[in-house]
């Protein structure tokens, strides 16, 4: 049975820190790309960040790049997201996925795996 199980979410002040993190179990971990991704209160789930299987390639989403750090132990078949300088506009339920392939893609309909998510949520 596949399994990802994201922690680390919560309430943060504007300014502050967080580090996601995301269990993976019950399949190919150390073979598939991994994405995290946010759903905003309001708005269509989006990509954040991506790493490649080997952690050779990583994308991130522009209103991200700089404050947001993707990282992953494939001993641990583990994926983090390292979260620093928030915002309020950050504030949403992130999510990890695993994806059926090695490479990056930010598309949702490329990831088969999926975690229930995780609160973050930031104040001003």
């Known amino acids: 049975q596949v399994q990802l199980v994201e922690s680390g979410g919560g309430l943060v002040q504007a300014g502050g820190s967080l580090r996601l993190s995301c269990a993976s179990s019950g399949h190919s971990f150390s073979s598939r790309a991994m994405g995290w991704f946010r759903r905003a209160p309001g708005k269509e789930r989006e990509a954040v960040a991506a790493m490649t299987w080997n952690g050779d390639g990583t994308y991130y989403a522009a209103f991200v790049k700089g404050r947001f750090t993707i990282s992953r132990d494939n001993s641990k078949n583990e994926v983090y997201l390292q979260m620093t300088r928030l915002k309020p506009e950050d504030t949403a339920v992130y999510f990890c996925?695993?994806?059926?392939?090695?490479?990056?893609?930010?598309?949702?309909?490329?990831?088969?795996?999926w975690g229930q998510g995780t609160q973050v949520t930031v104040s001003s």
């Open positions: 996925a695993a994806r059926g392939g090695p490479q990056i893609e930010i598309l949702e309909r490329y990831y088969d795996y």
